[in-house]
């Protein structure tokens, strides 16, 4: 499986974007997630995605971020909105086992994109 992330930039305060990750050789059978990494900061599950659509996320991202996926175009979405500084950082889409993945565990997922930058200025 190859992720491509794209949509990231920079944005103010309580503004919106939205992120997509292009896939090839996704198999629809497994998760998909999205997770952020600050400078300095570990990384952290935003949301995720199972083969039946059920989604999970943090409770920091609960009525913000809102996770969706066009399998007919193999691509998964983050839409974000109400963006906080804090929010800053690189997103990455990644795919792994369902047990791992819809519970936004990042070692146990396969597949990893290279990332997109979010900025969110104050």
């Known amino acids: 499986v190859q992720l491509a992330e794209s949509g990231g930039g920079s944005v103010q305060t309580g503004g919106s974007l939205r992120l997509s990750c292009a896939a090839s050789?996704?198999?629809?059978?497994?998760?998909i997630a999205w997770f952020r990494q600050a400078p300095g900061k570990e990384l952290d599950g935003v949301a995720a995605?199972?083969?039946?659509?059920?989604?999970n996320y943090p409770e920091d991202a609960k009525g913000r971020f809102t996770i969706s996926q066009d399998r007919t175009k193999n691509t998964l979405y983050l839409e974000m909105t109400s963006l906080k500084p804090e929010d800053s950082a690189t997103y990455y889409c990644?795919?792994?086992?369902?047990?791992?993945?819809?519970?936004?565990?990042?070692?146990?997922?396969?597949?990893w994109g290279k990332g997109t930058l979010v900025t969110i200025s104050s």
């Open positions: 995605i199972d083969s039946d659509g059920r989604t």
């Open positions: 050789g996704y198999v629809t059978s497994t998760c």
């Open positions: 990644a795919t792994g086992p369902r047990s791992y993945c819809f519970f936004l565990l990042s070692y146990g997922m396969n597949s």
